[in-house]
């Protein structure tokens, strides 16, 4: 009697130590109004959760789109402007920009529809709706089947009722999973494939701050970049033509001109991409203590060799501007993940929590027998995953971190159907224009002289780290004909391959017979590439996929079982790139002894970052007049300041960048683009304390717009509100 009145008092002080607190959560649109109206209206929500997401009528909804294949943007006027981010829509930015017309530097602004730049491949994608079909999708699935078997069944539901929709609809259709496989919802969108960029900043504004000061609070970035959706002339989304129209939406968000100011209500609304807050703590620890250390030393390679060959050339630097910014991202993020999860000591946490859980599970013999070898399970799988976990992370940060790798990998298939008993011309062709097309994109921000040495960093790594049995045979040739001289090897492959030649490859493609998949064969780069994905395919992934395929399925049961232990707690699902809602109060943080920051920030703090002599704090002429002589417009906070950017306690992750941000009214008060370094362990742990989402001021894209780049005129299809 004793050990089960201990064991109820543990339960219950578990639910309660568990009760979600306000700012934790990504909430799925469609069930706010069961689960969280109540609350947000308590923090001072002025509109409905009809008003968010309802199927009956227009709402915020309709106007929030994913951003190409990556980010979130917004509706803001009602001829289709779409804003997102300034490193979200980097890339394109980057693909119009020369020497000549550098965008990234001196930021482009069109100054009508006619100067508007098309994007080819670039989509935005709108949300119509979102239903459970999470009984039809499980339809004949039976505790019985196998894991295969419940897999082949789950996806052979989800296909018919995919066709079964798309044959009758003029919309798209994708299921995802929620819960870990316990829920499905069918996602129902409708694809914009005329995005055409409107205005951005120079990098100054929309970097500022650059690597230095990503993942960081204070922040001082203009971190925004405008788009338009282009339709058909009746109203269809259609690939880009001359005739083709701005879109007519259906909502679009009206802009607050008040402000932000600490304790106020807010929320976001995007596409938060992944996370894994229900995870045991041995995957966690897998995490934070084996792979992100080995992806943290491969991309410290890299960044150190893409600034050393920026500095050295403008045209290297426009090149390879966004491939850097990529690196550096994760790799700013995963050094602060795993500092978050030891600061909070997030491991030992999870483990106290599996404590309880296991005493739960073995209090009856039900429960006992559904979940009580579940910890113990994961324990095991995990020791056979981890090598090759790690294997495969040294092969995609590893060999495919050499540039010359993953596009001598790319003629792969040209090779396979050349050497076809009856080889299919019209096959061969189709690939042979793909590759020219591929190559023409690839050698337009190449340098063989870059990633030549980066190659001899990361093999030196690579071999370093990873035992022989778990990487390629082709080290072998740099052991025995090299002496582990990883530069001369590298410097050998470079000389030998005509693969990193833009002239060689497009006299290749253009000239190729049959027999010339030959000359690939023989091909330094090629060879390795080639080795190296049989390996994986072979040797790596096989294995890995195997495992993984255990762990879902326990992370399945313990997802359910830990529903089932806690049935008063409010559980939201892991982020998967659907639509969903966070929310929480503008406000500061303090990430240390002594140290307390404040909820927004001023171009005050950007006039103190000032350093014309380090890239990342240079501030433009025309911002510094603005800011000296005050002249603000209408812009300026009550007490004449200009605020740049702000921070609140809602919960966000990778792909919410350019997510937007609203007031209790449901006005547009700021974009998304970031979390403070402090918190980016909060796709695994969610810590109040620290975790905070950086925003752009909106009032500070207004003012930049109109100010700075004197494209004011779009202002006028806005709809601005006090």
Not at 51 to 67: E, R, T, V
Not at 351 to 369: D, G, L, M, V
């Amino acid at each position: 009697m004793k050990k089960i009145i201990t064991l109820s008092i543990i339960i219950i002080t578990l639910v309660t130590s568990n009760l979600l607190i306000a700012g934790e959560g990504m909430w799925i649109p469609s069930l706010l109004k069961t689960l969280n109206e109540k609350e947000m209206k308590a923090m001072g929500l002025k509109i409905s959760a009809d008003d968010i997401y309802s199927l009956n009528h227009s709402s915020m909804k309709d106007a929030i789109l994913l951003f190409g294949r990556g980010c979130t943007s917004e509706i803001i006027s009602r001829e289709g402007l779409l804003l997102t981010n300034h490193h979200c829509g980097f890339s394109a930015i980057q693909k119009h920009s020369s020497v000549k017309h550098d965008y990234l530097k001196d930021g482009f602004w069109a100054m009508n529809k006619q100067e508007e730049l098309p994007n080819p491949g670039l989509t935005a994608t709108l949300m119509i709706r979102m239903d459970d079909v999470t009984k039809d999708v499980l339809k004949g699935v039976t505790p019985q089947m196998t894991e295969k078997q419940r897999k082949e069944k789950i996806k052979k539901n989800s296909a018919y009722l995919i066709t079964n929709f798309e044959k009758n609809s003029p919309y798209q259709a994708k299921i995802k999973s929620f819960f870990k496989g316990n829920q499905y919802y069918m996602i129902i969108t409708e694809t914009f494939k005329d995005i055409r960029l409107v205005g951005a900043p120079p990098s100054a504004i929309g970097k500022f701050g650059g690597d230095t000061d990503n993942w960081m609070w204070p922040r001082h970035t203009g971190d925004f970049s405008l788009f338009r959706i282009y339709v058909s002339p009746d109203g269809k989304p259609a690939s880009y033509s001359k005739d083709n129209v701005p879109y007519k939406p259906n909502y679009f968000f009206p802009i607050s001109t008040k402000g932000v100011k600490k304790g106020d209500f807010t929320f976001v609304f995007g596409y938060p991409a992944r996370t894994n807050e229900y995870l045991p703590a041995t995957a966690v620890e897998d995490i934070v203590e084996v792979e992100n250390p080995a992806k943290i030393k491969l991309r410290d390679k890299r960044l150190e060799v893409f600034k050393k060959y920026a500095a050295m050339s403008p045209k290297t630097r426009i090149m390879y501007a966004s491939k850097q910014a990529r690196v550096a991202n994760y790799w700013k993020k995963m050094i602060g993940q795993r500092w978050g999860i030891k600061r909070v000591k997030g491991v030992e946490a999870k483990r106290k929590f599996e404590k309880t859980f296991q005493q739960w599970a073995n209090a009856n013999n039900e429960r006992k027998t559904k979940y009580g070898n579940l910890l113990p399970a994961f324990e095991s799988v995990y020791v056979q995953i981890r090598p090759y976990q790690q294997a495969h992370n040294y092969i995609n940060e590893g060999a495919n971190g050499i540039e010359l790798h993953r596009f001598a990998a790319r003629f792969e298939k040209l090779a396979r159907l050349s050497k076809k008993e009856h080889p299919d011309t019209v096959k061969i062709k189709q690939e042979l224009n793909r590759l020219q097309q591929q190559s023409r994109s690839f050698f337009k921000d190449y340098s063989p002289a870059a990633d030549k040495e980066v190659m001899a960093g990361i093999l030196e790594i690579y071999d370093m780290q990873v035992p022989d049995n778990y990487k390629p045979e082709w080290f072998g040739k740099i052991h025995k004909n090299f002496n582990k001289n990883y530069t001369a090897y590298s410097a050998a492959v470079f000389k030998k391959s005509f693969l990193d030649d833009s002239a060689k490859v497009n006299t290749f493609l253009k000239n190729y017979q049959i027999k010339d998949y030959k000359k690939l064969e023989k091909d330094p780069a090629y060879i390795i590439a080639l080795e190296t994905n049989t390996f994986a395919k072979e040797k790596i992934i096989p294995r890995l996929l195997t495992l993984k395929g255990e762990t879902d399925s326990l992370m399945r049961i313990y997802m359910k079982a830990q529903m089932e232990m806690q049935p008063d707690k409010r559980f939201y699902p892991d982020a998967n790139f659907t639509l969903r809602v966070t929310y929480g109060k503008a406000e500061g943080f303090s990430p240390a002894d002594g140290i307390q920051y404040s909820t927004f920030t001023t171009t005050k703090g950007i006039m103190e970052k000032e350093n014309p002599d380090i890239y990342d704090y240079a501030v433009p002429e025309k911002l510094k007049t603005l800011h000296k002589n005050k002249d603000f417009g209408n812009y300026a906070d009550s007490d004449g300041t200009m605020h740049v950017c702000f921070v609140a306690k809602n919960h966000t992750s990778g792909g919410n960048s350019g997510s937007p941000v609203f007031n209790a009214k449901g006005e547009l008060i700021g974009v998304n683009f970031d979390r403070d370094w402090e918190g980016t362990m909060s796709d695994l742990v969610y810590d109040p304390t620290v975790c905070r989402n950086i925003s752009l001021d909106i009032r500070y894209f207004l003012f930049l717009t109109d100010k700075l780049a004197g494209a004011g005129y779009l202002l006028n299809e806005m709809k601005l509100v006090n």
